[in-house]
Each structure stands twice: as structure tokens, then as C-alpha cells.
């Protein structure tokens, strides 16, 4: 399982809170050894196992089967997320009708190839997310900078909650402001320091801001502060914005699915 697609669900808006009890763990001897879950709701599922309980796998999907597919007009229906990689994981879909949906690509920024130094446009600052910011600003910048129209929605519970993640720093992550003080840029920053990496989420920029070099320096000057902490790589999205300023494939996830009737 690649975590970053994981953790940042947890304290997300659209993150079904409702069902988790659906999840399920295996242990041996008091200790974690398989889970089987799902990102942002049913529909979907993780299955995770230490190495040396990958005998577990037929199991887990039946139970992921059972608990987390979704159920319409008669019919399931599971979305299993793999790496290219999980050979094992791939053929056991593979024999039980699971058929190969989507593909997209795991990048990293590998913090040996250094840092560019870039200059923000006249006028622009950059401030961390640690002391004073406006979150009706910030709450703006992230809707629109998604592309979900002018009428903004704001719930500040929902924006504090989204900050609350055990590895979401906002002392690391980067605002830009532009001249008029509105929040152009956000880049949120998370960090696991035993695993040595750190992820981005969100990056987003309003649009009439975009492609005057923002979310590059937003970006890279938050991967420096992850790199002063020990980090010694980051993960990224999948646009073509990350290949243009150094990320690399490490991989590529895939989604395995199958439909199949009820009863």
C-alpha cells in the first residue's frame, strides 16, 4: 500500500466516516499483520499485508467482497487498488474476474537531484501555514484553485479538520500571496519521518493566478523544508506539471474490477 493515498483520506470532506467500521484488521499475537479498507468510501479496497502473511490475500478479498463492495439494481461491485508491482496481488484478481480498469503513475521528486532556486513575480510573498492565516482565504484558494466555481462553499470545521492528520504539517506547507492579498497558491505539506518521505496534498492554484511560476516555488520551497527534517524524497500527482520540474515514475498503481450479481 503507498500511504499518501491513504492518510490524507481520513481527514478529507468527502471521506465516508460512517462505514469504517467495515474495515477489517488481522492480527497475529497482538500484532497487526493484514488490513483490507478502503481511500474515500465502499466501493474500493486496499488490501495490505505484511510480507509474510501474503497467504492471507484470498481471504482478505473475499472479505473485502463481502463488507466494502457497493450493491445496485442487483449487482456488486469492487474497485481493488494494486501496484504494478504485486504480481500476487494481480493474479489473484486475475483468477477471481477482475479486469483492469485504470492506470496512472506513482511519481517521486528525488531530493538528490537538489533544488532549483526560483524567484517569486513582483509583488508575490510566501508564508507557512503555522501562525495567522485566513481560512476563508485559504478555504478559497482551495476551491477555486480546483476548479469548482466562484461560489464558494466554507465550513471551518472542515477546513481545521482537514488539518489534523498525524503527519500533515502545516509549519512545512506553503502559501502564496499576491499583490491584492488574495491566497493565490497552497501547497500542504505531510511528512513521515521514520519512512524518510514526505507527500503534497493539496496543490492548487486560483486560476487567474496559474502559469507564472506559483505552485513550483510553493512546491519546492515546502520539499526543502521536509529535506532539512531528513525526508529524502517526495511524492507527487500524476499531471504533466510534476515530469516538467524533475519528478520521476517509480511506478504505477492500477485499479482492478469486477462486477457480479447480488444473489
Known amino acids: 500500500m503507498l500511504p499518501q493515498f491513504f492518510e490524507y483520506a481520513h481527514t478529507h470532506p468527502l471521506f465516508n466516516k460512517n462505514l469504517t ?128 466555481g466562484d461560489d464558494v462553499e466554507y465550513n471551518i470545521d472542515e477546513v481545521r479538520y482537514m488539518a489534523s492528520g498525524p503527519h500533515y504539517r502545516p509549519d512545512l506547507g506553503r502559501i502564496i500571496i499576491a499583490p491584492d492579498g488574495e491566497y493565490a497558491c497552497f501547497a500542504g505539506m505531510w511528512i513521515d519521518e521514520t519512512n524518510k518521505y514526505a507527500y503534497l496534498e493539496p496543490l492548487c492554484t486560483q486560476p487567474e493566478y496559474r502559469r507564472i511560476g506559483l505552485a513550483r516555488y510553493a512546491l519546492t520551497d515546502a520539499m526543502r523544508q521536509t529535506h532539512n527534517l531528513g525526508a529524502e524524497y517526495c511524492f507527487g500527482g500524476v499531471i504533466d506539471f510534476y515530469t516538467a520540474i524533475g519528478f520521476e515514475t517509480i511506478t504505477n498503481r492500477q485499479v482492478w474490477k469486477r462486477e457480479w450479481n447480488e444473489f
Open 21 to 148: 467500521h467495515r474495515m477489517t484488521l488481522w492480527e497475529d499475537e497482538g500484532c497487526i499483520i493484514a488490513f483490507c479498507g478502503y481511500e474515500m468510501d465502499i466501493g474500493e479496497a486496499f488490501l495490505v499485508t505484511n510480507k509474510k502473511y501474503d497467504n492471507l490475500l484470498p481471504e482478505m478479498l473475499r472479505q473485502a467482497e463481502a463488507e466494502l463492495s457497493t450493491k445496485k439494481d442487483g449487482k456488486c461491485s469492487l474497485a481493488v487498488y494494486v501496484t504494478e508491482a504485486q504480481s500476487n496481488r494481480i493474479d489473484l484478481l486475475l483468477q477471481n474476474g477482475y479486469i483492469k480498469t485504470y492506470t496512472e503513475p506513482v511519481r517521486i521528486y528525488d531530493y538528490k537531484n537538489g533544488f532549483p532556486k526560483l524567484i517569486l513575480p513582483d509583488g508575490y510573498s510566501c508564508i507557512s501555514l503555522e501562525n495567522g492565516i485566513d481560512l476563508r482565504k485559504l478555504n478559497r484558494c482551495t476551491w477555486r484553485g480546483f476548479d469548482h
